[in-house]
């Protein structure tokens, strides 16, 4: 049986009036399998009030994580999200969901929740920076463990924050052939 990787982000639309979502899905070795975006999800003034800080997890987990994982056609074993806030989509997948980034980074502006990671792991190649893993909440750990090795499994053979850079080109590329996507 294939084992998959898949890549969760929110980018904002280049005209920074709204979002995209992506899913980007690899093998072991990083070669893409499938990938999904959505259509710019643009929310109103009201919307923006209504929701306060709430509305970037809202967004990312209900309006664009959850239907882009049902249409996939490769279910990931593990999805890593962008954002420490997407953790939730965890609730609502079969995939394991863990957040990363590397290791002496500094802290973003409007991450929530303690700032220590759950884990630092090296890539057992050598060939990539240690990361922080993150993990949902309320998870065991064992589960955490699963969730380590997994990650463990991947980092070896690939950079697991570079296809989130591929992620933010392809959508860039997308939005110049396709206005919708601006």
């Known amino acids: 049986m294939d084992e998959y990787i898949a890549f969760f982000s929110l980018e904002p639309t280049q005209d920074n009036k709204g979002q995209i979502g992506a899913m980007l899905v690899t093998d072991d070795l990083g070669m893409p399998q499938e990938f ?6 643009k929310p109103t003034n009201l919307q923006k009030q209504l929701y306060g800080e709430s509305l970037n997890g809202h967004i990312g987990v209900t309006l664009c994580g959850q239907p ?3 249409a996939l056609q490769h279910k990931p074993e593990l999805i890593l999200v962008s954002q420490r ?3 939730s989509l965890a609730d609502e997948v079969e995939s394991k969901v863990a957040h990363v980034k590397r290791s002496g980074e ?3 502006v409007g991450e929530t929740g303690d700032e220590s990671p759950n884990q630092n ?3 057992k190649s050598g060939r990539f920076q240690p990361v922080n893993i993150f993990f949902p909440l309320d998870l065991d ?3 955490q ?3 380590t090795s997994t990650i463990e499994k991947y980092f070896q ?3 697991l924050l570079e296809p989130f850079d591929r992620i933010k080109s392809a959508l860039e590329a997308l939005a110049e052939q396709d206005e919708k996507f601006r």
């Open 106 to 108: 500094t802290i973003v």
């Open 121 to 123: 792991i090296h890539s």
């Open 157 to 159: 053979g690939i950079d």
């Open 68 to 70: 882009l994982y049902r």
């Open 36 to 41: 999904r975006v959505t259509y710019p999800v």
């Open 141 to 143: 750990g064992e589960e």
């Open 145 to 147: 463990a699963e969730i």
């Open 85 to 87: 806030q997407f953790l």
